[in-house]
């Protein structure tokens, strides 16, 4: 299902997630390299439920936001205690870049599997957080 409004794309650019998610979902520019990384990918919880929220406040009915996740069989990681502590412990070195909770679990998740996080958004190259590795998708 491809979601046709770019006023949704420019409503929700804080959510880094999203806009990787989106650029796939629209076949965006990105989006290749999004889809090439995809089967070994993983996601915080949190963040699924960022996407999702997102896609509702836009009028996507919850079913069709379950099938769109769902058809990207996407490998979903439970926002446990491990991972809460260290999404807090980016709090810090992350607020003067203004990440959110669902930005610095991303970071978390990402340095927790030894990945680089994918991203559409250039500020997140600023970060300089040992262990934590940015890659643009555009």
Not at 6 to 15: I, K, N
Not at 17 to 43: C, I, N, T, Y
């Amino acid at each position: 299902m491809r979601i046709p409004s770019t006023a949704l794309a420019r409503d929700v650019e804080r959510s880094r997630l999203f806009r990787v998610s989106l650029a796939l979902l629209q076949d965006e520019a990105g989006a290749d390299k999004v889809a090439a990384v995809l089967p070994a990918a993983a996601l915080c919880s949190v963040n699924l439920s960022e996407v999702a929220g997102k896609l509702c406040d836009h009028g996507v009915p919850p079913s069709a936001v379950r099938e769109m996740l769902d058809s990207l069989n996407l490998d979903v990681r439970v926002f446990d205690a491990t991972l809460a502590y260290a999404t807090g412990a980016l709090r810090s070195s992350t607020a003067k870049l203004g990440f959110s909770l669902g930005d610095r679990a991303c970071l978390a998740l990402a340095r927790q599997l030894g990945v680089p996080t994918l991203t559409a958004d250039h500020a997140w190259k600023r970060i300089q957080v040992p262990g934590i590795r940015v890659e643009l998708i555009r």
